[in-house]
């Protein structure tokens, strides 16, 4: 009889001990906030961007501080503002063959450029940057180039005129492959940055990691170039190719569509 009260008693005690336990949690389950993250704002700088001196160059709503290239209007056709995206149509897939490609109004020597885009299956477009507009207008302007390219389904990924791979995705366009690219896949934002450093030292970087670097200007750039489509005479009429000492920044327009948007700069000294 001892041992079955004790029993008893020691298993009420656990009841209670696990009941209130299993109360306290109940409580605490009630009075926990989750609170999630807010999504970065699109086409908006943050204040310490603005300290940092970042500008932005795509307001979302209007294509103010772009004009068509070789041109001193924006294109009336195939380029469109929506939801806060600036996006070039798709026309015949041809280069600058539709709206053309879009400037921005200032030119930039020593820079951070930072674009966010978005491409459709098999689209080919790109950044290009020390743009002067002083060649020929015939297709699109000249410039160095930050490839944007599906390379999974455009040829283009697999044309070169002597490096192999230099037209694939953030690559220096013809002139220096770009690795360890990690693309977000199709359909979906990915960020382009672009270093111009005062000493001509350049990076272009591919969703927040760096693929590839070189020195502008410098004894092997110019060896690279030689070696590339750019060797041709028309691309060095107005000055060696790529060796301004200032230019525009480029959206281009080939022929197939791709989004912009959180398109920034900040000018380095």
């Known amino acids: 009889m001892k041992t079955l009260l004790t029993c008893t008693a020691m298993s009420a005690f656990l009841l209670c001990a696990c ?16 609170v999630e993250a807010a999504a970065p704002a699109v086409n ?3 204040e310490q961007e603005k300290a940092d001196g970042w500008t932005l160059l795509f307001d ?15 294109p009336d056709h195939g380029w469109i503002v929506k939801d806060g995206e600036l996006i070039v149509l798709a026309s015949d897939g041809g280069e600058s063959t539709n709206g053309g490609d879009i400037v921005s109004d200032k030119e930039y020597s020593a820079f951070e450029l930072s674009v966010d885009f978005k491409i459709t299956e098999g689209a080919n477009s790109g950044i290009k940057y020390f743009v002067t507009e002083q060649e020929k207008q015939k297709g699109s302007a000249y410039g160095l180039e930050f490839q944007i390219l599906d390379d999974e389904r455009h040829p283009d990924a697999k044309l070169y005129t002597t490096f192999p791979g230099s037209r694939t995705l953030a690559s220096l366009y013809d002139l220096k492959k770009s690795e360890n690219v990690h693309f977000n896949g199709i359909g979906e934002w990915n960020t382009a940055v672009v270093k111009v450093f005062p000493n001509n030292h350049v990076e272009h970087w591919l969703n927040g990691v760096k693929v590839l670097e070189y020195e502008r200007c410098s004894p092997e750039f110019r060896d690279w170039v030689k070696q590339s489509k750019y060797a041709d005479p028309s691309y060095n009429e107005s000055g060696a190719f790529g060796e301004a000492p200032k230019g525009h920044i480029l959206l281009q327009d080939h022929g197939n569509e791709v989004a912009f948007r959180n398109i920034k700069i900040k000018e380095l000294k």
């Open 44 to 46: 908006q700088l943050t």
């Open 60 to 74: 979302g709503q209007t294509t103010n501080g772009w004009r068509g290239a070789h041109k001193d209007a924006f």
């Open 19 to 34: 009941g209130g336990k299993n109360t306290q949690q109940a409580e605490n389950a009630e009075t926990t906030t989750v």
